[in-house]
């Protein structure tokens, strides 16, 4: 498309896309949070505001493009894999995308959890007795 060409979608459909990239983002640091063990308030702290504000941004899934970036670098992973919707959906029922053009697939086709395994923090912890699969004997 050109710059000369008419958008194929709505200010209507933009809005709306944008409200649910928003709250991807959202869910995506709630969860990389906890994921990492990392405390909202020091979030806040690194981002300038008040743990209150930075409770609002996230509630509200009101962000600013460049707290986005801030945020990306705070928790060492990319905008991309922030706005990535794919583990809110599978964690969410999987349900289907609320609009039409939410159906389309994640980044390159591949519709795969891919920044959160990696990030997770590490462990000493292992398995107690009982985790074991049972064998057959044979």
Known sequence: MTMTEPMETSAKEAK????YA??????NVQHLLVARDLKQS???????????ALSLRISRANWRYEEVILVSNYLSTTVEALSDDTVMRM???NRPALRPSEYKKSV????RPRFFVGLLKKSSMVAGSGFEPETSGL
Do not use: H, I, N, Q
């Open 16 to 19: 709306a896309d944008a409200e």
């Open 22 to 27: 928003l709250r991807v983002v959202s869910f």
């Open 42 to 52: 020091d979030l806040a702290e690194f981002l300038g505001m008040k743990p209150a």
């Open 91 to 93: 964690l969410t029922g």
């Open 108 to 111: 390159a086709g591949d519709t």
